[in-house]
DNA sequence: TGAGCGTACGCCCCG
DNA sequence: CGTACGCTCA
């Protein structure tokens, strides 16, 4: 066998054969981390006679699970399906489909994503009465799952909120447990509260992982970490890779101190750095190196590699968001002749709409690309109302889906029947499907006809599941529900069965995979599948354009990267801005942006963009100013600026005149002076407070308090 | 009951 | 600029 260490330097070495008893490891970015929790695996294996199924690997995304999985098959031959490689919420998922009838749930519970949660919670507040003007769903969503994590924070809230919250939040849970029903939360926190009821059972996991590695630890929230602490055998082999400085998962809870009570946790933990980079040239280090300083209480840590100087970064500054994205196309292209393959290019953006703009070039220009995150497959509308009816087959207490279901498509069942129906299976202690059996106590005769009609039609196609093949299955359910007649009327209704066909290969893919599974478990696996990887993409393109958001970009490289949208208020965010807090996690992202390039960086942004359908003007990103002037090379609206437009060759001159126009409209002048009353078209009278440059600051009345703005920005008049 | 239309509102990142 | 929701009318 050729030596696993061959490749590794002395730290990551250290790293890897250090396999007893609790490590830390701080890594750089591009420090040959997933190369060292690879090779590390493979060291127990081979070299510790570790069975494969006593080790534990963790990791932040599924993306990172994969490639992991695939890293370990390829370095030791073993097929990795068996292994729990795996994120947190899988894991979780994995434990308690085994356990779960323990804390009295069924073992065919469903998982339910962010917008279900929203619309259950909706539900819920109107049902109570509550104005959900005034309570708006997603605010009172967030206290309640944070809630799940920690019930004392209760007392954080105020009135009037504090009573909705409680009240909404035991409504929830009881009807997630009615329904059957889990969220991502409540596969962190059952499983907690099954490994802290069931003695049996922790002593069997912690026995049973002997190795736990943990994959991205800056972002793992106190639950995780309690989690962890639960799974932990009395060995303590627990070994963790972090860098703090790639911390960005604040916002859903990830707590950079479960660095610092690791170190009080396992006082004889050995610590590793690994500083050197074997990714990026030393400009787009450097660049990195100078963003990232700029934080308040971080390590001080520099990153340097032996790969070069290389080329300056380049800022490319449009005139519109348009000229920013045709810039994008036309250097892919002609980076493409010159050799680069698309795989090499990344697009990474701060928010998922920004692909759009993208899209929209990239097909006119014919260059292949694949899109990461939000609109993905799963969240699409049919695949959402198809995946409903799936799961209120295999799941009839789920009320959920039976709302969505019965109503999809209309099948004469109104809004004002199934208040009633509700209600009166609330009464009488009944589930949906057992009311409609006693419905003519409360309804008319041609009502519960179609009531009758549509339970016979649920439990027709439970029985068809164990009848038909998968591929049938779907084209019976499609055709015998009314579903693919809707779609007829729909003008998308083309688009929309091809991807529910797209799904039904999915079925049949499954129904190989777990040929040994009834039909019923291999439909509950896919549907677990289905909600925990919802991020994945539906096909794979060979070579394309990597679209993604900076979140997901993290743990990735390629040889060129763009930053685009790189001005305030894009990125950073304006909301980010108000604490330094946020706004120092911003500047993380920022530096992992950077930090996935290999070869050439470009930041890019445009003078005028449309937001909401206005025009806005926004400053260039304060983090290209943290980059000093030598690493860059400046493109664009700078350059030719002030010169006649006929020198100017890159734009048509149909942008341009549109451009131009654009930017006189924007260029109107407010004239304002300290002191002088004004209207803004969002935040009303304001009192401007001083002025300085092309910024002024004017004080709003509640609720928007002081703001800086533009001083010219065409939504300010002076009074 | 539900199709069709007009208006309001959105503010982000992930499993 | 989009979409989601609410209101009106058939």
């Known amino acids: 066998m050729i030596n696993l260490l061959d490749n590794l330097n002395e730290k990551q070495r250290e790293a890897v054969i250090k396999t007893e008893g609790p490590v830390m490891a701080i890594a750089g970015a591009g420090s040959g981390k997933t190369s060292v929790l690879t090779t590390r695996i493979a060291y127990l294996i081979f070299e510790k006679n570790v069975h494969y199924e006593n080790i534990l690997a963790i990791t932040f995304t599924n993306k990172a699970a994969n490639e992991m999985k695939y890293r370990v098959h390829h370095t030791t031959g073993i097929n990795t399906s068996q292994m729990w490689i795996s994120t947190f919420h899988s894991m979780c998922a994995k434990i308690l489909r085994e356990h779960i009838e323990f804390l009295g749930y069924k073992r065919s519970f469903q998982i339910i994503d962010d917008d279900d949660v929203t619309q259950l919670i909706k539900g819920i507040l109107k049902k109570s009465g509550y104005d959900v003007k005034i309570y708006n769903p997603k605010v009172v969503k967030s206290y309640v799952l944070k809630l799940k994590f920690n019930y004392d924070l209760l007392e954080d809230i105020e009135e009037p909120f504090k009573s909705v919250v409680k009240s909404t939040f035991k409504k929830y849970q009881d009807s997630l447990f009615d329904n059957n029903l889990l969220d991502f939360e409540d596969l962190l926190v059952l499983t907690i509260k099954l490994l802290e009821t069931n003695h049996e059972l922790r ?420 983090f290209i100013k943290e980059i000093s002037n030598n690493l860059l090379n400046v493109k664009g609206y700078y350059e030719y600026i002030d010169k006649p437009y006929k020198e100017v060759n890159f734009f048509s001159n149909k942008t341009l005149n549109k451009a131009k126009k654009d930017n006189l409209r924007n260029y109107k002048k407010n004239n304002l002076n300290k002191g002088d009353k004004v209207t803004h078209t969002k935040f009303g009278t304001g009192l401007v407070i001083s002025i300085t440059g092309d910024n002024c600051i004017i004080a709003f009345s509640h609720p928007y308090g002081i703001k800086k703005l533009l001083k010219d920005h065409p939504a300010i008049t002076k009074n």
């Open 203 to 622: 002593k069997f996991y912690s026995k049973k992982f002997q190795y736990i590695l943990v994959d991205e630890f800056q972002d793992t929230n106190n639950v995780q970490y309690k989690l962890i602490s639960l799974l932990v055998g009395e060995k303590n082999n627990l070994f963790i890779v972090g860098d703090e400085d790639q911390s960005i998962y604040a916002f859903r809870g990830a707590n950079i101190e479960n660095i610092n009570k690791f170190k009080r946790d396992y006082p004889d933990f050995h610590l590793v750095l690994l500083e050197e980079n074997y990714r990026s040239t030393n400009t787009i280090l450097d660049a990195a190196n100078q963003i990232i300083k700029n934080n308040s209480k971080r390590v001080p840590k520099t990153l340097f590699s032996n790969l070069g100087k290389g080329s300056k970064i380049t800022h490319f500054k449009g005139v519109t968001a348009r000229d920013e994205v045709e810039f994008v196309a036309l250097k892919i292209l002609e980076l493409i002749r010159k050799g680069y393959k698309y795989n090499d290019f990344a697009i990474l953006y701060r928010a998922n709409s920004t692909s759009r703009m993208f899209e929209e070039v990239f097909m006119q220009k014919q260059i292949p690309y694949r899109i990461y995150g939000n609109t993905s497959f799963f969240k699409r509308r049919e695949i959402k109302d198809f995946t409903a009816y799936l799961r209120l087959i295999v799941n009839m207490d789920d009320a959920y889906s039976f709302m969505r279901v019965i109503t999809t498509p209309k099948r004469g069942i109104g809004a004002v029947t199934l208040d009633k129906l509700i209600n009166f299976a609330a009464e009488e202690g009944l589930d949906l499907m057992d009311a409609i059996d006693r419905a003519s106590e409360i309804l008319g005769k041609s009502v519960c006809t179609k009531l009758a009609d549509f339970k016979n039609l649920i439990i027709d196609f439970r029985i068809k599941l164990d009848e038909l093949s998968f591929n049938d299955f779907v084209d019976y359910i499609l055709n015998e529900s009314g579903y693919a007649k809707s779609l007829e009327n729909d003008d998308k209704g083309m688009v929309r069965y091809e991807n529910l066909l797209e799904f039904k290969t999915i079925l049949s893919e499954n129904e190989q995979i777990y040929s040994d599974l009834t039909k019923e478990d291999i439909l509950v696996y896919l549907l677990e599948d289905i909600s925990l990887k919802s991020e994945e993409s539906q096909k794979e393109i060979k070579d394309g354009v990597t679209l993604m958001t900076l979140h997901s970009a993290k743990g990735l490289e390629f040889r060129v990267v763009f930053l685009v949208t790189m001005e305030m208020g894009m990125f950073p965010l304006n909301r980010s801005m108000q604490s330094k807090k946020d706004f120092e996690e911003e500047r993380r992202l920022m530096y992992v942006g950077v930090t996935r390039a290999k070869e050439l960086l470009f930041l890019t942004n445009a003078n005028v963009r449309q937001t909401y359908g206005e025009t806005s003007q926004n400053q260039d990103s304060c």
